[in-house]
C-alpha cells in the first residue's frame, strides 16, 4: 500500500506561482508513474502531468510551458510547480501513484487562482 499526503495548495493572484507536494509513504522510485489530476466544478478531471519511473515527463497541452513535475527520490516525493497561473487553474489537484495492479490516490488539494 501507498500513502499519498498532498500540500501546498492555497489562494493565488493570475500571474502567481504555487508549489504543490505530494509525499509517499513508502520509496517512490519503482512505482510506474506518479502525477497529477486536477477537477474543477462542473467540469471533467484532468490529467495535468505525470512522471515515470523512468523519468520521462507528459502534460496536458492547457500547462505546457507553464507547469513543471518533478520528483525527489530520497524524499519519496513529487512536485508540482505551477507558474503564470490563471484562473481557470482553478481546481481541487490530486496526487496519484500508480503501481500494478492498484492506483493510490491522495486526498486532494485546493487551488483558487483570482483574476
Known amino acids: 500500500q501507498v500513502q499519498l499526503v498532498e500540500s501546498g495548495g492555497g489562494l493565488v493572484q493570475a500571474g502567481g506561482s504555487l508549489g504543490l507536494s505530494c509525499t509517499a509513504s513508502r520509496s517512490i522510485f519503482n512505482i510506474n508513474t506518479m502525477g497529477w489530476y486536477r477537477q474543477a466544478p462542473g467540469k471533467q478531471r484532468e490529467l495535468v502531468a505525470s512522471?515515470?519511473?523512468?523519468?520521462?515527463?507528459s502534460y496536458a497541452d492547457s500547462v505546457k510551458g507553464r507547469f513543471t513535475i518533478s520528483r525527489d527520490i530520497a524524499k519519496n516525493t513529487v512536485y508540482l510547480q505551477m507558474n503564470s497561473l490563471k484562473p481557470e487553474d482553478t481546481a481541487v489537484y490530486s496526487c496519484?501513484?500508480?503501481?500494478?495492479?492498484?492506483?493510490?490516490w491522495g486526498q486532494g488539494t485546493q487551488v483558487t487562482v483570482s483574476s
Open positions: 512522471l515515470s519511473s523512468g523519468g520521462s515527463t
Open positions: 496519484y501513484a500508480r503501481t500494478i495492479p492498484t492506483t493510490y
